[in-house]
């Protein structure tokens, strides 16, 4: 892809079509605001650059019929999601639909070249499979604090050797085409606002809960990552003063009490001291205690189970209350890999959430879990490259 569009309302006309799928140039015309005339010089400019092209004759509304245009139905984004365990890679079209989808465990403490080698190696599969012949441009979400302009680590407290990596950099090297980088949290918020529970909502949180905790926070339809781009980073609000220590270097913080980390180690715990029989027997069974080994035992009713889910979804709503209290929202979606744990966690949440934030905040607040799970992240990523790319040059 070498074409960009050359002004906004181009820019407009290509997001629209992203978002909704072909359509008229009458229905286009009743979405933005421009002359019949000057709407049609604008489509006609972006055929020529073959970002989008005709697609048959509209239905009749009338009169003369219209004719649909699309986005070009070559078009190929390339979404990468790396998590603190596992890479997710996706292939989508230009209107963000998944087209083929992999994913693998693999450790972000390996570092930033082990770890885009298996993302890459997994790109390979994907072209292979023939859903692309190349990628015109790749989206790429990390589980850190990332300084958005040039797409760089900052500090990441669970990504050792990944501070400062340049990370688009390398990626549009490697990958021959535009690549632009965010915290994965962002992207998993753009990708419930794309095609999950947030679609028709302009103001809400999405809120992560995996190994580590952190929330994106949309404002008017579009990401807020504060001035620094750190915005989002709960996980190390404190929750108890003086409380244990965090990987931040800091003590008390919500990780340091919840998240698949500290979760895994209160039930290995449990387990090794023989409070929770349950989950001894299961880690016997799977050699470790994660999320899911929880979610079972406090499916099969072990009090220990349930408890650790109760206390970490009443810690986890302390503090999305006090969000909810500052920005209210219109929508707190919950998401990650712990969200396993399912209903008993969401209730937690909830509960405290109600309980603690003024009435005015939460009469009409939908507290949710994300439809798309694994695939939010790699199709916000697609999403944060497709607004880079359809944006004027």
């Known amino acids: 892809m070498t074409a960009r569009p050359a002004n906004a309302h181009q820019a407009r006309l290509l997001r629209l ?55 070009a139905p070559a078009l190929r ?3 990468i999601d790396i998590g603190a365990t596992s890479v997710d890679v996706a292939v989508t079209n230009a209107e963000l639909e998944v087209l083929g989808h992999l994913t693998q465990p693999m450790d972000v403490r390996e570092g930033p070249v082990a770890v885009f080698e298996q993302a890459l190696a997994l790109a390979g ?29 900052v500090a990441p407290p669970i990504m050792p050797g990944w501070d400062g990596f340049p990370v688009r950099e390398a990626l549009s090297q490697e990958l021959g085409c535009p690549v632009m980088v965010d915290n994965d949290v962002n992207l998993m918020a753009m990708g419930e606002q794309h095609a999950g529970v947030a679609r028709t909502v302009r103001d809400f949180l999405f809120v992560k809960i995996g190994t580590g905790i952190g929330c994106g926070i949309v404002v008017g339809g579009e990401v807020y990552r504060g001035t620094t781009g750190s915005a989002g980073d709960i996980g190390h609000i404190q929750v108890e003063p003086d409380g244990r220590p965090c990987a931040c270097g800091n003590r008390g913080c919500l990780e340091a009490y919840f998240g698949g980390a500290s979760l895994a180690r209160d039930a290995e ?52 209350a006090g969000l909810v209290s500052f920005f209210n929202p219109g929508l707190v979606v919950i998401g990650g890999g712990v969200t396993g744990l399912g209903h008993t966690l969401l209730a937690a949440i909830r509960t405290q959430v109600y309980r603690q934030s003024l009435p005015l905040a939460t009469n009409n607040l939908p ?24 944006s004027p040059a």
């Open 77 to 79: 984004f390339l979404g």
């Open 125 to 153: 599969k994907l072209k292979a499979s023939g859903v692309a012949e190349g990628f015109d441009g790749a989206g790429i979400g990390v589980p850190g604090p990332v300084r958005f302009p040039e797409g760089v680590p």
């Open 269 to 320: 715990a449990a387990a090794r001291e023989g409070t929770s029989p349950e989950l001894a027997a299961r880690r016997a069974a799977a050699g470790t205690l994660g999320a899911p080994e929880v979610a079972a035992a406090a499916a099969a009713g072990d009090p220990v189970a349930l408890d650790l889910i109760r206390t970490g979804g009443s810690r986890t709503g302390q503090v999305i």
């Open 367 to 390: 507290i949710v879990l994300g439809e798309l799970g694994q695939a939010a992240g790699v199709t916000g990523a697609a999403r944060l490259i497709s607004d880079h790319l359809f």
């Open 17 to 71: 079509l992203r978002d909704h799928g072909p359509n008229s140039r009458a229905q286009l015309g009743d979405q933005v605001d421009l002359s019949r005339s000057k709407l049609a010089v604008e489509v006609d400019r972006l055929l020529e650059t073959g970002l989008v092209v005709a697609d048959g004759l509209a239905a009749s509304r009338g009169g003369r019929r219209s004719h649909n245009v699309r986005l």
